[in-house]
């Protein structure tokens, strides 16, 4: 079966003086209709960059470089400008980070919504303001048709954040990517079906939120787990994954985690984990530690 | 809104205040009016008669307010030389300067927008390469050389514009204006270009840069991940958060414009206040001159409070602010 979005292989670089730095090395995955996918790890990953690469619009000096992003049977990575924007805030909508950044502080609300149906549909200026004051509604802002004339500025940041939720609804997209739309790991897996947990720029674990969650497989996952503090008595210290994520100039030869990893042998030094597939498919693990489900057992 | 307006007009009637302490310090040290009035015959006596008649012994905030109450009745003294109201005489020759101005001004804004904006999107064309190095150069030429240079290009080799005066003028109610027949308008062009010179390269950087910064924020790359056209990317979200700086700039730059006629209405004798600026000089007019500083102060601060007026306008944030 056709996916809605498959990503292959996608590889994003940044064109620096002293060469190419990878942010994005190779990642992999799949989202069906109405699917939630959460891309969880710590800043720095590459999450961000992820879901810029998918509607192409990585800031210079970013570039893709290698895989594709196939949507509906097209390679995203290889539009024409035109078509891009054709998919871009129509059937694929993003969110971005942090509200009080998003929104132009010198237009109207309404103006930055009608807009971005205009740039859509072949609609009338009164017909796209009916579908602002709709999606306004939707995400339970008061009095929608005042706050239509009104500027950022006159909104809290909780609000703002609703309203550029409400402008990636507008045009029904397929696919929504929301940047950051929470930092805790629980909210993740309670709202997801499938999660991709990424560390320096590769996905290092994936599968179903449940399966991932209650029974993680890879060393850096297990951290991730353990370092909620749910598990906890009230002051107890938080349980951290020691040491840092690599930056981009220096990741370790082998697998990039093994230095923060208790279970570090000669070989993750020296060679990376390719992915073992857990579960008919449904998970994956790259750890050179981790053993196939003996239940299953496939490999 | 109205309480902002009326903020920046209590500042602009403070700063009027300033000028015109400064302007009547410079008429109580230098300037004489007894020496003026009067010839070499008359007794020392006789001097200190008249100074009493005229109040020129009263104490310096006596004469201050005297000073100032006339100003703002329009009374700003008499010219020397010219045996008339120092005010009146501006008055006649004010129409050329700010006609020289408005005609630069209208070269900066119609040059700087599209090549600053058009440098800003294609920053690694060859062109915008070429206007960064050109502007660095017209930066440094001082407007004197650029206007020799435009007078032997344009009139002495290709003979197409006059060098200097300003032509044929239309007079409308006392204001006698170039724009109203070609001859006017061909008068103008050199001395424009020539007084747009200095501030145009500064223009089209500033531009170029700031709406380079606002290309690079979010709130842009939200608008290209909204799918949104270029062109409404460019010229709606980008240019008018580049104008807000640019037009407080503009502000203070206009204002520095009216000094800098002096020298562009000099080289192209043409008879505006810059022009008659220097004649008071060279003839020792102290009240013409401290009407000139008053006037050119007044219209300084009158172009300020109309950007910043303007600014506010543009820029929503100002509004509640001022609520």
Redesign the interface.
Known sequence: MQHLLEVNDLEVKFGLRFGDLTAINGISFSLDKSERMGLVGESGAGKSVTGFAI?N?I?KPGFISGGRVMFNGRDLTALSDEAM??????HI??I?Q?PM????????IGTQMV??LL??RSITRTEAKSIALEKLKKVQIPSPEKRLAQ?P??FSGGMRQRI?IA?ALLTDPEIVIADEPTTALDVVSQVTEKIAVMYAGKIVESGPTDQVVNDPKHPYTQGLIKALPGSLQPGAKLNQIPGMMPTLTDIPPGCAFNPRCPLSDTICRQQEPPFIIINGATRRVACHMAKPDPSNGTT | MFAFVVRRITQAIFVMLIISLVGFSIKNEIGDPVRDMVGERVTPAEREALRDKLGLNDPFVTQYLRFAKNAVQGDLGLSFFHKKPALAVIAAKAPATLELVFGAALIIIFISLPVGIFSAIYPQSAFSRFTMAFSTLGVSVPVFLTAIVLIYIFSVELNWLPSYGRGETVNLWGWHSGFFTVDGILHLILPSFALASIMLPLFIRLIRSEMMEVL??????????????RK?IWF??AF??TL?PVITVFGVQIGIMFAFTILTETVFQWQGMGFMFLEAVERSDISLLVAYLMVVGAIFVVVNTVVDIIYGL????IR?AGR
Request: aromatic letters at 10%; glycine letters at 4%; hydrophobic letters at 40%.
């Open positions: 509607i619009l800031s924007r054709d998919i871009r805030g129509n909508s993003m971005f942090d950044m998003t929104l132009n502080p010198v237009l109207t807009e971005t740039a859509h500027y500025h006159e550029v402008i | 690079e924020t979010e709130y842009i790359k939200f608008a290209w991940a909204k799918g949104l056209r409404r709606v979200h008018k958060n807000l543009v820029n929503p944030t509640i």
